[in-house]
């Protein structure tokens, strides 16, 4: 029941974030921002969940890189957010802007490396079947 509830919570996340771009051309992309997170944590929660209940195996550890690749990305986008919305760069606040902005570069490679290993893991197991 509670997974029902979710998905549909999810699809209506997924289908308010352009209505409310729409809607409201002048704040639309804070609206869709506002949206695009949650969303962004439902993706790593169900990415999760179902690497686990694939209790391992191939299946079950791609979709582990891909759940974690998603995580590396939906930090990235809270910090992008963060920065739109407030004008506050943590990693440039923290390191500096070069090094700042060479840990934005790292963190985008680590969540493509992560999500394309996933599916190339979930493509070579779904090959053996």
Known sequence: MIRRVLFVLAMHLVIAAPLAAQTHPSTGSNAYALVELPALALAVVFGFLTARALRGGRLGKGM???????????IGHLHMQGEMLFGFNLFETLLGQDVGQAIWVIALLVTWILTGLGFYRLYRASASV
């Open 64 to 74: 582990a890189l891909i759940a974690w690749g998603f995580l590396v990305m939906a």
